[in-house]
């Protein structure tokens, strides 16, 4: 019961959490174009151009390819492509925890389908005559392995490459070292958890318990990587490590936004109101004249 | 003072006299024939009374020449008190207009440092640390955090808040702001799509905007003056009128052209606005500017109203409050003249000014089209308007990117397609288009001339891009009588160019010239009876 309870509350505040972060950047006022070209959706200026190499720009129907922007976005986040591009050692291991994350999450929705399919009597094991439970005991076998396994190297050697590279040294705080051993800790505790049985089969039943709230057996250890785990998806979207979220403002709000504010465009709306806010705070030079203090 | 690889962010705090010292044997070597003993110019020390007087603890280098050192303990601490102050404001909505972009680059560094390789002034000093981007970002979230947040205050060094805060932190923090070109070629590199430029630039805005503080030649010089008497030269309306009246005689004198300037043409199509400086230091451009425009047959005009005769909007680079003034009052002096369009002229940052930046100041009716003149020129020599003869340009000619017009507004093609009609010599630098290098002149550098900041820009700032000329002229370099002309289409990049020349005599030494594309191209005019550029008399 204790161990679910932790469960269910720190993968709802990890998504809530997550989801208010979210929401906070996204109600932050309108700000002035930043974009950095290549812009990927600008349909016609694959060479990293823009609308603006037109003449009269405004009068020319603006072409936007959604497709080229979710392609270089898909990139992006299944292979860290700008850091392979420009950073390959780190990406290594950058890549590897990445990608290790990636497969235990598809690992914990097979634990829960493989935990749900069990309580409906289907049998999932090598042995088993339903196709389904086959296929979900290799996969959650293959996922769970490959996933373990990158998350421990990742997180292992992006610590101790921190560590001894004597310009990373320089600018990563203990509260960095935290985050990473706290990903590294909660990994290998799992590791030691599962590895009386790393066809997942103790996974499964203990996915089941804790899903229906059944009372089971757990030993320390197995309380200790709940614990761990809970801990840190708490704690993941409430540290710097929700970069997760952030990385989509940076690049669709920031990098990528260059809709220039033409008249009856919904850009025009927001400008209006941005103009129409007046700061509570005001700036102290000389040559700056007070505005007035009201807020709208 | 430390070894620059021992350098640490919160060493900015430190009492020594001067942290770390550059020596030219430690930048990055120049490619032939600067490779040479005896080629490269001495790095300027500081004097003892600058040293005195401003704050020349960072690397020895002044750019903040209204920065003076405090006579008082209580001097020191108003200055420590206003600084936290402006710092605490640019998370409040007295900064709404870069409040999203602030955060996530404040937030979100994953200190993987891929930024590094992309700056050309960390690159040029010779990977010197205190020019690494994250440097300075990472002591500016040291001091926010030791300040203003409840991890900071409870956990201090766990954390990062573990920085002595004083008057030489800040002032040292104050120049490193001016250590880096905003050119925002780092933030392309980004895995989480970050820009150490906002915070550079965010710390100027704390000195301008709350304490007061810029170069004189960006504020007191610069938006200052030109708020007052319409443009940063301090050219005033008579005096503009002069000068392009001198023009028009010069130009015939020269040229046989009797060349006539449009001004305050009411319902024109086109206002030109041009960087103002041009009309003192680079008039050959604006003259063939009009002459291109007479040619192709353009209703265009110039403006001599207050504000519409020069482009320029150097708060863009310090301060967000002269910046707004400025564009809107430039708007404003378009709309009067009644205009379908502004062309901005080669002026990288005023491009992005008007265009860019502009775009989100104003709304409906306030507001004016504004484009690019590259477009304009490209379409001008595509269409046929202009009868070109190409063999008049048979040299080379490499060209120069300004970021303000190519990395953040995507103008790449156009002055391209042009060079690649008009220049048979034409060849690229590398890298090239949104990849290039700033050329070290870039937010403000190439008019910061107090003290010895020159010799900080034309030794480090202008190192890549000058390594990228003598690149892309290999093999033609040490030619003295083989003209070599870097084109570039913006004001400050032609300032920084031509510091770079100047300071390593390229042009005497190996006949290496700059100016702007629209010189080359009346050059090439088949109407014109003598070469445009006094270099091929």
């Given at each position: 019961?204790?161990?679910?309870?932790?469960?269910?509350a720190?993968?709802?505040?990890?998504?809530?959490l997550?989801?208010?972060?979210?929401?906070?950047f996204?109600?932050?006022?309108?700000?002035?174009?930043m974009?950095?070209?290549?812009?990927?959706?600008?349909?016609?200026?694959?060479?990293?151009?823009?609308?603006?190499e037109?003449?009269?720009?405004w009068?020319?129907?603006?072409e936007?390819?959604?497709?080229?922007e979710?392609?270089?976005?898909?990139?992006?986040?299944?292979?860290?492509?700008?850091?392979?591009?420009?950073?390959?050692?780190?990406?290594?291991?950058?890549?590897a925890?990445h990608?290790?994350?990636?497969?235990?999450?598809?690992?914990?929705?097979?634990?829960?389908?493989?935990a749900?399919?069990?309580?409906?009597?289907?049998?999932?094991?090598?042995?088993?005559?339903?196709?389904?439970?086959?296929?979900?005991?290799?996969l959650?076998?293959?996922?769970?392995?490959?996933?373990?396994v990158?998350?421990?190297l990742?997180?292992g050697?992006?610590v101790?490459?921190?560590?001894?590279?004597?310009?990373?040294?320089k600018?990563?705080?203990?509260?960095?070292?935290?985050?990473?051993?706290?990903?590294?800790?909660?990994?290998?505790?799992g590791?030691?958890?599962?590895?009386?049985?790393?066809?997942?089969?103790?996974?499964?039943?203990?996915t089941a318990?804790?899903?229906?709230?059944?009372?089971?057996?757990?030993?320390?250890?197995?309380?200790?990587?709940?614990?761990?785990?809970?801990i840190?998806?708490i704690y993941?979207?409430?540290?710097?490590?929700?970069?997760?979220?952030?990385?989509?403002?940076?690049?669709?709000?920031?990098l990528?936004?260059?809709?220039?504010n033409?008249?009856?465009?919904?850009?025009?709306?927001?400008?209006?109101?941005?103009?129409?806010?007046?700061?509570?705070?005001?700036?102290?030079?000389?040559h700056?004249?007070?505005?007035?203090?009201?807020k709208? | 003072?430390l070894?620059?690889?021992?350098?640490?962010?919160?060493?900015?705090?430190?009492?020594?006299?001067q942290?770390i010292?550059?020596e030219?044997?430690?930048l990055?070597?120049?490619?032939?024939?600067y490779d040479?003993?005896?080629?490269?110019?001495?790095i300027?020390?500081?004097?003892?009374?600058w040293?005195?007087k401003?704050?020349a603890?960072?690397d020895?280098?002044?750019?903040?020449?209204?920065?003076?050192?405090?006579?008082?303990?209580?001097?020191?601490?108003?200055?420590?008190?206003?600084f936290?102050s402006?710092l605490?404001?640019?998370?409040?909505?007295a900064?709404?207009?870069?409040?999203e972009?602030?955060?996530l680059?404040?937030?979100?560094?994953?200190?993987?440092?891929?930024?590094?390789?992309?700056?050309?002034?960390?690159?040029?000093?010779?990977?010197?640390?205190?020019?690494?981007?994250?440097?300075r970002?990472?002591?500016?979230?040291?001091?926010?955090?030791?300040?203003?947040?409840k991890s900071?205050k409870?956990?201090?060094?766990?954390?990062?808040?573990?920085?002595d805060?004083?008057?030489?932190?800040i002032?040292?923090?104050?120049?490193?702001?001016?250590?880096?070109n905003?050119c925002?070629?780092?933030?392309q590199?980004?895995?989480?799509?970050?820009?150490?430029?906002?915070?550079?630039?965010?710390?100027?805005?704390?000195?301008?905007?709350?304490?007061?503080?810029?170069?004189?030649?960006?504020?007191?010089?610069?938006?200052m003056?030109?708020?007052?008497?319409?443009?940063?030269?301090?050219l005033?309306?008579?005096?503009?009128?002069?000068?392009?009246?001198f023009?028009e005689?010069?130009?015939?004198?020269?040229?046989?052209?009797?060349?006539?300037?449009?001004?305050?043409?009411k319902?024109?199509?086109?206002?030109?606005?041009?960087?103002?400086?041009?009309?003192?230091?680079?008039?050959?451009?604006?003259?063939?500017?009009?002459?291109?425009?007479?040619?192709a047959?353009?209703?265009?005009?110039?403006?001599s109203?207050m504000?519409?005769y020069?482009?320029v909007?150097?708060?863009?680079?310090?301060?967000?409050?002269?910046?707004?003034?400025?564009?809107?009052a430039?708007?404003?002096?378009?709309?009067?003249?009644?205009?379908?369009?502004?062309?901005?002229?080669?002026?990288?940052?005023?491009?992005?000014?008007?265009?860019?930046?502009g775009?989100?100041?104003a709304?409906?009716?306030?507001?004016?089209?504004?484009?690019?003149?590259l477009?304009?020129?490209?379409?001008?020599?595509?269409?046929?308007?202009?009868?070109?003869?190409?063999?008049?340009?048979?040299f080379?000619?490499?060209?120069?990117?300004?970021?303000?017009?190519?990395?953040?507004?995507?103008?790449v093609?156009?002055?391209?397609?042009?060079?690649?009609?008009?220049?048979?010599?034409?060849?690229?630098?590398?890298?090239?288009?949104?990849?290039?290098?700033?050329?070290?002149?870039?937010?403000?550098?190439a008019?910061?001339n107090s003290?010895?900041?020159p010799?900080?820009?034309?030794?480090?700032?202008?190192?890549?891009?000058?390594?990228?000329?003598?690149?892309?002229?290999?093999g033609?370099m040490?030619?003295?009588?083989?003209?070599?002309?870097?084109?570039?289409?913006c004001?400050?990049c032609?300032?920084a160019?031509?510091?770079?020349?100047?300071h390593?005599?390229?042009?005497?030494k190996?006949?290496?010239?700059y100016?702007?594309l629209?010189?080359?191209?009346?050059?090439?005019?088949?109407?014109?009876?003598?070469?445009?550029f006094?270099?091929?008399?």
């Open positions: 019961m204790f161990l679910s309870l932790i469960a269910y720190a993968i709802l505040l990890f998504l809530g997550s989801a208010y972060k979210a929401y906070q996204s109600k932050l006022p309108l700000h002035g174009r974009e950095l070209y290549p812009v990927p959706k600008e349909k016609g200026f694959e060479h990293g151009g823009s609308f603006y037109e003449i009269s720009w009068k020319k129907p603006r936007v390819s959604h497709v080229r979710i392609v270089e976005m898909f990139k992006e986040i299944v292979f860290i492509k700008t850091l392979f591009e420009n950073q390959r050692p780190f990406w290594w291991l950058s890549y925890l990608l290790g994350i990636y497969f235990i999450f598809v690992w914990t929705f097979l634990l829960v389908a493989g749900v399919s069990m309580l409906n009597g289907i049998v999932v094991a090598a042995n088993t005559t339903s196709i389904w439970g086959l296929l979900l005991f290799y959650t076998y293959i996922t769970g392995i490959i996933g373990l990158l998350v421990a990742g997180s050697l992006l101790l490459r921190r560590m001894f590279d004597s310009t990373l040294k600018y990563t705080t203990p509260q960095e070292y935290f985050n990473l051993l706290l990903l590294f800790a909660a990994v290998v505790t590791i030691i958890t599962w590895s009386s049985d790393f066809t997942f089969g103790t996974a499964r039943e203990v318990g804790i899903i229906t709230f059944t009372p089971f057996a757990a030993n320390g250890l197995l309380v200790l990587h709940v614990i761990l785990v809970g840190m998806l993941i979207p409430l540290s710097k490590m929700s970069h997760y979220v952030g990385k989509y403002f940076t690049f669709h709000t920031v990528w936004d260059n809709s220039p033409l008249r009856g465009s919904a850009v025009e709306q927001k400008v209006k109101a941005a103009t129409s806010y007046r700061p509570t705070t005001t700036w102290s030079a000389p700056i004249q007070a505005p007035s203090s009201t709208k | 003072m070894d620059q690889k021992d350098l640490r962010p919160k060493d900015l705090g430190r009492q020594d006299e942290l010292k550059l030219t044997y430690n990055m070597p120049l490619l032939p024939p040479k003993p005896g080629m490269q110019p001495p300027t020390e500081p004097k003892p009374a040293r005195e401003y704050c603890s960072l020895g280098f002044i750019a903040l020449d209204t920065l003076t050192r405090p006579q008082t303990k209580e001097e020191e601490d108003e200055f420590v008190r206003k936290l402006g605490e404001k640019i998370f409040s909505d900064n709404n207009g870069i409040l972009p602030l955060l680059s404040f937030e979100y560094c994953a200190k993987c440092n891929t930024c590094s390789e992309a700056c050309h002034i960390y690159k040029a000093a010779g990977d010197n640390e205190l020019y690494r981007p994250i440097f970002s990472e002591v500016l979230r040291k001091i926010v955090k030791k300040y203003f947040t900071g409870l956990l201090g060094g766990f954390v990062g808040a573990d920085i805060v004083n008057w030489e932190t002032a040292r923090l104050g120049e490193l702001a001016y250590r880096c905003l925002r070629r780092c933030a590199t980004c895995p989480l799509g970050l820009d150490n430029s906002i915070l550079s630039k965010e710390i100027r805005k704390i000195f301008s905007q709350e304490i007061g503080i810029a170069p004189t030649p960006l504020h007191n010089k610069g938006t003056l030109q708020l007052k008497t319409g443009s940063s030269t301090g005033t309306k008579p005096a503009f009128l002069d000068t392009l009246e023009l005689e010069d130009t015939e004198e020269k040229f046989g052209i009797k060349l006539k300037f449009p001004i305050d043409k319902g024109a199509d086109i206002l030109v606005l041009h960087n103002a400086g041009e009309f003192i230091a680079w008039p050959e451009n604006p003259v063939a500017f009009a002459i291109l425009m007479n040619e047959g353009l209703n265009w005009t110039l403006s109203e504000m519409g020069d482009s909007n150097y708060g863009l680079w310090y301060d967000d409050v002269q910046a707004k003034k400025i564009a809107l430039q708007m404003k002096a378009a709309k009067e003249l009644g205009v379908n369009r502004i062309i901005v002229g080669e002026c990288g940052h005023a491009h992005k000014a008007s265009i860019v930046a775009d989100r100041m709304y409906g009716d306030t507001k004016v089209n504004v484009e690019s003149c477009p304009l020129l490209w379409d001008l020599v595509q269409s046929k308007r202009l009868k070109m003869d190409p063999s008049r340009n048979n080379p000619v490499t060209l120069h990117d300004p970021c303000n017009v190519v990395r953040q507004m995507g103008i093609e156009p002055q391209r397609n042009v060079l690649r009609e008009i220049c048979p010599q034409f060849r690229e630098m590398t890298p090239h288009g949104v990849d290039n290098y700033c050329c070290g002149g870039g937010s403000g550098f008019i910061m003290q010895n900041f010799s900080f820009r034309d030794n480090v700032a202008s190192r890549m891009k000058f390594n990228q000329i003598l690149g892309a002229f290999q033609k040490e030619d003295a009588s083989q003209v070599k002309y870097i084109c570039a289409p004001s400050n032609k300032g160019m031509r510091a770079i020349l100047e390593y005599e390229a042009t005497e190996f006949n290496l010239q100016g702007g629209v010189e080359l191209m009346v050059n090439a005019l088949v109407s014109m009876k003598k070469p445009f006094e270099f091929l008399e």
